[in-house]
């Protein structure tokens, strides 16, 4: 199998690249036409795209509604045009602007930020021209730091180097391992075309994971509770019954810990 992974020195494509057989690094999108995108996938001849190349940030998208248009909603159009099976990342704020609490199904997508309706356009866009194209909604996500890869502040990197943080202690949302979203990537290869939600699930208020993740590895991190925040939680029964399955989150950031020993942090 031939993949090629576009934003591969990206937060989630570099990660995909550690792991997904046959994963070859896309050149970069940024000044592609759709012709370009076109001819370079005739020449490439790809069994399957992983598209990760987005303007990814709430504020930059705002700053710039032109430019994350044409990287959010027209780049992906652009290669699911050439009906080549392609697994495209979307994200759980297309929930942004639900009135009712979650878990969400992916039915009730509602979004409210100029970022989440480019997304939600990308999906209906995208399945309209390629009906086998499969879309991930994800979750925030965390790592530590990778080398050679840009980093960005996350759940756990906060966690880990904050005095002190606020949580929402009404809110639920899905905090995702990364290295759970790139290993399941092959899996998602093999989905019907549709969206997915696709991540952790969480039953916790964000302060709860966030205490009990904080006292799983004696973090002196001081915590509060009391700040609003959405509700983002998902549930994922679809991409289960399409058989992919993740840790709920706080499991997936006890394996995390684990997988960089980091009990003895700060100690
Ligand atoms: N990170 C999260 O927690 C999170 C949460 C939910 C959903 N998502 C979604 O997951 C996907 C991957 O996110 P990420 O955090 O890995 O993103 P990222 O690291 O911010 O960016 C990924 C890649 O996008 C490409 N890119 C940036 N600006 C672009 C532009 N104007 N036009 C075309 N390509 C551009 C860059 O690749 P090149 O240098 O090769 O151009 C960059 O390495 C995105 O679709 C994002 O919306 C992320």
Not at 210 to 239: P, Q, T, Y
Request: glycine share 8%.
């Amino acid at each position: 199998m031939k993949i090629l992974v576009t934003g591969a020195r990206g937060f989630v494509g570099a990660r995909i690249m550690d792991v997904l057989d046959g994963a070859q690094a896309a050149p970069s999108l940024r000044d592609m036409t759709r012709d370009d995108i076109r001819r370079w996938i005739d020449a490439e001849r790809p069994d399957a795209i992983v598209h990760t190349a987005a303007v990814s940030d709430i504020g930059e998208c705002a700053a710039d509604p032109e430019g994350s248009y044409r990287a959010n909603v027209d780049i992906p159009v652009w290669i699911a045009e050439t009906g080549v099976k392609a697994v495209l990342f979307s994200s759980d704020q297309v929930y942004s602007g639900c009135i009712k609490p979650g878990p969400y199904v992916e039915s009730d997508a509602c979004p409210e930020n100029l970022y989440s309706r480019e997304k939600l356009e990308m999906e209906e866009r995208v399945l309209s021209v390629n009906p086998d194209a499969v879309l991930l909604r994800a979750t925030w996500m965390y790592d530590m730091p990778r080398y050679g890869t840009p980093n960005r502040p996350n759940f756990l990197t906060m966690m880990l180097g904050r005095d002190a943080l606020a949580f929402s202690d009404r809110a639920y949302r899905g905090l995702t391992y990364v290295r759970e979203v790139a290993a399941n990537i092959e899996a998602a290869l093999r989905l019907p075309g549709g969206a997915y939600n696709y991540g952790s699930e969480n039953d916790l208020t964000t302060f709860e994971t966030a205490r009990r993740f904080a006292e799983a590895l004696d973090l002196k991190v001081r915590l509060s509770g009391d700040i609003w925040e959405h509700d983002f939680s998902m549930n994922c029964d679809r991409l289960r019954a399409g058989g992919v399955a993740f840790s709920s989150t706080l499991e997936g950031l006890l394996r995390c810990a684990e997988d960089y020993n980091l009990s003895n942090w700060r100690k």
